[in-house]
């Protein structure tokens, strides 16, 4: 898990303590489909540096993975990281009803960065 991400996480879970007065679940290492599980909430948690977004990635076709009940309580959490980070909440009925299925290959910037480098000339 990238730095970025771990510390997005960290910042959720101390916002959910203090939104519910009980200290949240970090299931990000699981690897199921939430990141974090609260008191009422099923938790994705995305992040970006300062610089804004395009859209999302949301993998493994969540609406699948979950349950009708799950959904009802999935959220996104979109932090943008910064000097001061930004908590951005998106309700499971805007999430789910604004989904756009798109078939796409990605590639990993991690295996980008474990490749040979060559110096250009400027």
């Known amino acids: 898990m990238p730095n970025n991400e771990q510390r997005a996480i960290r910042l959720v879970m101390a916002y959910e ?3 519910t007065g009980k200290t949240p679940d970090n299931d990000a290492a699981r ?4 990141d974090i ?3 009422d909430r ?8 300062a610089q804004g977004i395009s859209f999302v990635i949301l993998h493994g076709n969540i609406y699948k993975k979950l349950t009708a009940k799950q ?3 999935f959220y996104l959490y979109y932090v943008k990281l910064g000097r001061k980070p930004t908590l951005t909440i998106v309700k499971p009925k ?3 009803s604004n989904l756009k299925e798109d078939l796409k ?3 990993p910037a991690s295996v980008i960065s474990r490749q040979p480098k060559e110096v250009l000339a400027g």
């Open 17 to 19: 303590e203090h939104r």
């Open 105 to 107: 290959y990605l590639l």
């Open 71 to 73: 959904r009802q309580k």
């Open 37 to 39: 599980k609260s008191v």
């Open 31 to 34: 690897h199921i489909v939430w």
């Open 94 to 96: 805007v999430l789910f």
């Open 42 to 49: 099923l938790i994705e948690v995305k992040s970006r540096s």
